[in-house]
C-alpha cells in the first residue's frame, strides 16, 4: 500500500473519529439546549411543539426573575456553596490522609485494609442510608450543614484514586525530604499532595458535583427551607407553579450554570503530571 492511500485512509478514520464524537456531543448537549430554550421562551410559545423550536422566537429573561423574586433562591445558591465547598475541602483532606500511608508506608494488614475500603464501593448509598440517617439524629446534625456533609466527609473511591496517584511518586522525592528531616506529616504536605495535584483536582471536582446536585440525602435530613440546597428548592417549583416548565427550566439553569462553570475553569488541570521530572537522573 503506498503512502499516499496509508495517508488517505488515516484521514478518513480521522473525520470518522470526528463524526462519531460529534454526534456523542450532540446528543449529550441537546436536553440541556432544550432546557435553556425553555426557560428563554415567552408564555406565548410552544415549549412542545414539534419538531422541537430550539431558538425561541422572542427570548426573554422574565422566567428568570420570576423564579429569583419569588424563591429564595440566593438562599439556596448560598446554602449549596457552602456545603460544595465544605465537602470537598474535608473530603481532599481525609482522603489524602487515609491514602497516603496505604500507598507509601509499610505496616501489616495494609492490603487488607485497603481492600475493604474499596469492597465498600459495591455498597449502593440506600443501603447505608437508614443507619447513617439514625447516626445523624442521634448526633444532633439534623437540619444543619454539617449533617449535609456527614456522609461525604470521606469515599473510598477517592480514597482508591489518591493512592493510585500516591503510587507514581517516584520514590527519590521522598527519601530526599527525609534525609533533610522531614517528618511523615511534612512529606505528605510538601511533597505528595503538590505531586498529585492533577488527582486532586479531578477528585474534588467529581466531590463538587456529586455534592452540588445530591437531592435525596438533604431531601432526608433537611426539614427547614433556610437549609434548603439548590435541587431541593427547584423540586419545590414544581408545586409552586404548578408544572409551568419555563420557571421549573429557569431553576435548574440558575443550579447547573455554577457547576458548568467551574468544570470549564478548572479542566485544564485535569491532565496527567509527570512528577518524575522532578527527580535529577
Not at 474499596?118 to 443507619?131: K, L
Not at 440517617?133 to 473511591?157: D, R
Not at 407553579?241 to 470549564?264: C, H, T, Y
Not at 488541570?269 to 518524575?276: A, E, L, P
Request: glycine share 6%; charged share 10%.
Amino acid at each position: 500500500m503506498t503512502r499516499s492511500k496509508v495517508s488517505a485512509k488515516s484521514k478518513w478514520q480521522i473525520l470518522g473519529t470526528y463524526a462519531l464524537l460529534s454526534a456523542i456531543a450532540i446528543v449529550m448537549l441537546l436536553p440541556l439546549l432544550w432546557l435553556l430554550s425553555t426557560a428563554l421562551k415567552s408564555p406565548s410559545e410552544n415549549i412542545f411543539a414539534f419538531p422541537p423550536q430550539l431558538i425561541p422566537e422572542q427570548p426573554t429573561l422574565a422566567n428568570f426573575v420570576k423564579v429569583w423574586q419569588t424563591h429564595p433562591f440566593g438562599r439556596y445558591l448560598l446554602n449549596s456553596t457552602i456545603v460544595a465547598v465544605l465537602t470537598v475541602s474535608l473530603n481532599l483532606l481525609f482522603c489524602s490522609l487515609a491514602a497516603y500511608p496505604l500507598a507509601r508506608l509499610q505496616f501489616r494488614g495494609r492490603q487488607a485494609i485497603f481492600s475493604a475500603i474499596v469492597a465498600t464501593i459495591a455498597i449502593p448509598f440506600q443501603i447505608s442510608m437508614i443507619p447513617l440517617y439514625i447516626l445523624t439524629v442521634q448526633l444532633g446534625l439534623k437540619n444543619t450543614y454539617l449533617g449535609i456533609i456527614f456522609p461525604s466527609l470521606a469515599s473510598a473511591f477517592g480514597i482508591f484514586l489518591l493512592r493510585q496517584a500516591f503510587q507514581g511518586v517516584p520514590e527519590e522525592l521522598e527519601e530526599a525530604a527525609r534525609i533533610d528531616g522531614c517528618s511523615e506529616l511534612g512529606i505528605w504536605w510538601h511533597i505528595m499532595l503538590p505531586a498529585v495535584r492533577p488527582a486532586l483536582v479531578t477528585l474534588g471536582l467529581f466531590v463538587f458535583i456529586g455534592s452540588w446536585s445530591d437531592f435525596l440525602w438533604p431531601l432526608i435530613v433537611i426539614d427547614a427551607e433556610e437549609f434548603y440546597t439548590l435541587p431541593l428548592g427547584v423540586a419545590k417549583l414544581e408545586g409552586t407553579f404548578s408544572l409551568d416548565w419555563r420557571a421549573i427550566a429557569a431553576g435548574s439553569i440558575l443550579s447547573v450554570a455554577p457547576v458548568f462553570a467551574i468544570f470549564v475553569g478548572l479542566q485544564r488541570y485535569i491532565v496527567t503530571t509527570d512528577v518524575g521530572s522532578g527527580v535529577k537522573g
